[in-house]
Structure formats: structure tokens, C-alpha cells
């Protein structure tokens, strides 16, 4: 995922029939058509460090991820921002001969270090652990002087690479200003906590108030407006969805407000994969605009598999790297008196067996 630019206020309207959505300065600036001042936030950012994998979120929260050399296996060092943060290591993986019981645990080869751990659900064919509070800190020091982390769950195993993960532990020290007091994961020193800096505040997301929905929602023989079925892009994607039928009937509606009315055109579709281009009009259908969502990287013109929910006035979507759903990217965005502004976001980019809820996080607001 990139991390290029932030686009934090509400979607940029475009006006259709002006060909592809301009990245204009405007958009850019998160300028729209609704009044509403842009808040400073705080950046997040991404790295790589040989095997390790480490982002931090807009909230200054970071998680560094290891993965299996050969298997499927990973294990996860979480930091929160803060004087009062405290590491949290969670792992799991996929066993490769079926389901198995019992504790799992985690040890540094070459080092005394053995940590348990208490199961995260009940889901025993793909274990997730959280390593018990007071073995977290003597495993953090040993993966930075280690090679290899094993795992070991009812007889099976499966081996962490932990090149990598001294730098990017060092790396959130750095960024949260823990280098040098005794809340550091790495550099350790004397200072006080209180010398870290406090995680910076929040944005705050209000939705819109709910409407009534009337004759628009899930319901059958939805049909689109002329003025959007008219527009190029719309044309480009029902020639694109012309395989499918029961696709292109699959025709997305809401009210947003009295004066708004939110469409939704699938536009392509795979295997584990569907994609919506989303359109707005007056309640009569005039005044058709393409909308494009804000992200942490380049604003979306088309969301995968995403669904709108007019009680909460949130828009999720799920855009998986593969059919388990163990990579991918996660967003959701709130219809609020500004537009639609991102709500959540995050992402792996790569297909280590990590659970969606275990996904490092780039964007959360309150």
C-alpha cells in the first residue's frame, strides 16, 4: 500500500461527462462542494527491513510483522504511542498436516527464551496467540540478537525469520520517541517515560443524520437514471460486466440526503472480487458526479466488494489479494455534512495467512 499523499477530506465531486476524474489541485487540497474545515493529522508511514514488515498509523500505533521462512506463519510486535504503551506480540499460522490442540509457543533458537501464550478465539484449525504478558519483553530482546523465531503448536512447527526485525522495532522506537527511556523496545535507557511524546489526537468522523430510505436500497428492478446509464464511464462498464447479467443487475442505491442520491454501477468482477464505480444525483437524477473516495495513498475511483450501510451512513470494502482474505486492503468511509471522509483503513500486502482483524492499521479516527 502506498502511503504518497493524504486526500482526508470529504470524496472529490466530479462532475461526469468531463472524462476520467482529475487528481487536481483541488481534490488534492481536499477541497468539494461541502463547507467543513481540514484538520492536521499526523502522517503514517511504512517499512521495509529485509524479512520485516513495520507501519505506523495516523495515530503514531505501530506494528512490525515477521513471517515464515517456509509455510504459512507470522507473528506481529505491536506498539502503542505514548509514555503508557506497552508491546503486544500476537502469532499464528496454518498447520500443514490439519487442526490441532494445545499451547502454543515461541523460542528463539540459540537463546533460553520460551514464551506461551493464551489463544486469541476458538478457531483451532487456524490458531492465533497472544504471548502472556510477562514473556513479552524477554522475547522482544531475543529476536533482536536472533535469527530464527519457531513456533510450536501441538507437535508442529514452523520457523520466523527475524532478519529484520532489530531495525524495525528500532524504527517505531524512533518514531514514537522512545529511544533511550525504559518503555523502548530496542535502545533502552534511563530516561523517564514521560519524556515520550503523547499519541496526537484523533479526527473525528460525525456522520450525516440517517433519512428514510423510501424506494431506494436492496430491493428488486432497481434501475439506473438516465442522465448516469448515459454517462461514458457507465457505458464502459456495462460493456465491461456484459458476461454477467446477474451482475449488471446488481444495481447499488441510497438516499444520503434530501438532496443526494448515491449509485452504485458494478463495474468488473473475478473470482473473489467484485467492483463498484459510485455515482451521485438530486432525487430527479440531475446533476450525475462520479465520486472518488480519499485514502492514504491515491484517491479510488472504484471500490471492491464494498457495501453501504444507510443506519451507520458507512461505506466498507474489502479488497482481497486472494481468495482466503489474508491480504488485501480494508476501508471504510462515513457520509458525513462534508462528503464522504475515510473512516479506517488498512492493509498487507503480502499473503502471510494474517487474519484481516490482525492487519496493521493505517488510518483510524474517532
Known amino acids: 500500500m502506498r502511503l504518497d499523499a493524504l486526500f482526508l477530506a470529504g470524496i472529490t465531486l466530479a ?134 523465531m519457531t513456533l510450536n503448536a501441538g507437535g508442529e512447527t514452523v520457523s520466523i525469520s527475524l532478519s529484520g526485525a532489530a531495525a524495525s522495532l528500532l524504527w517505531i522506537d524512533e518514531r514514537q520517541g522512545r529511544l533511550d527511556t525504559t518503555t523502548a523496545l530496542i535502545r533502552k535507557g534511563d530516561r523517564s517515560p514521560s519524556s515520550v511524546p503523547p499519541a496526537p489526537a484523533l479526527p473525528v468522523v460525525s456522520p450525516a443524520a440517517a433519512v428514510a430510505q423510501g424506494r431506494y436500497g436492496d430491493q428488486e428492478g432497481q434501475a439506473l437514471p438516465t442522465t448516469i446509464k448515459d454517462l461514458p464511464d457507465v457505458v464502459q462498464c456495462r460493456a465491461d460486466t456484459d458476461f454477467n447479467p446477474d451482475l449488471q443487475a446488481a444495481i447499488v442505491s441510497a438516499r444520503l440526503d434530501a438532496d443526494t442520491v448515491l449509485w452504485g454501477v458494478p463495474c468488473g468482477a473475478g473470482a473473489y472480487n467484485f467492483a463498484n464505480a459510485y455515482f451521485t444525483t438530486r432525487p430527479d437524477g440531475s446533476n450525475p458526479r462520479r465520486l472518488t473516495f480519499p485514502s492514504t495513498g491515491e484517491p479510488l475511483d472504484l471500490l471492491v466488494n464494498a457495501s453501504y450501510d444507510p443506519a451507520t451512513r458507512v461505506i466498507d470494502a474489502f479488497d482481497k489479494g486472494r481468495g482466503l482474505g489474508d491480504c488485501g486492503t480494508a476501508s471504510s468511509w462515513t457520509w458525513t455534512d462534508r462528503g464522504f471522509v475515510l473512516k479506517t483503513s488498512s492493509g498487507m500486502s503480502d499473503c502471510n495467512g494474517v487474519p484481516s482483524e490482525y492487519w496493521p492499521t493505517f488510518w483510524v479516527t474517532r
Open 15 to 148: 462532475a461526469c461527462g468531463d472524462g476520467p476524474v482529475a487528481k487536481s489541485a483541488e481534490a488534492a487540497s481536499g477541497t468539494n462542494e461541502r463547507p467543513g474545515a481540514i484538520q492536521s493529522v499526523n502522517q503514517p508511514g511504512e517499512r521495509t527491513f529485509r524479512d520485516w514488515y513495520v507501519v505506523c498509523n495516523n495515530a503514531n500505533a505501530c506494528f512490525a510483522f515477521g513471517h515464515a521462512t517456509e509455510g504459512t506463519g507470522w507473528v506481529r510486535v505491536a506498539m502503542p504511542a505514548g509514555p503508557d504503551g506497552k508491546p503486544e506480540i500476537v502469532l499464528g499460522f496454518w498447520p500443514e498436516t490439519g487442526a490441532f490442540t494445545g499451547v502454543v509457543t515461541a523460542q528463539v533458537t540459540g537463546t533460553s527464551a520460551v514464551a506461551a501464550t493464551d489463544p486469541v478465539g476458538d478457531d483451532a484449525e487456524y490458531p492465533v496467540a497472544r504471548v502472556r504478558d510477562p514473556g513479552v519483553d524477554g522475547l522482544i530482546a531475543a529476536m533482536t540478537q536472533g535469527e530464527v
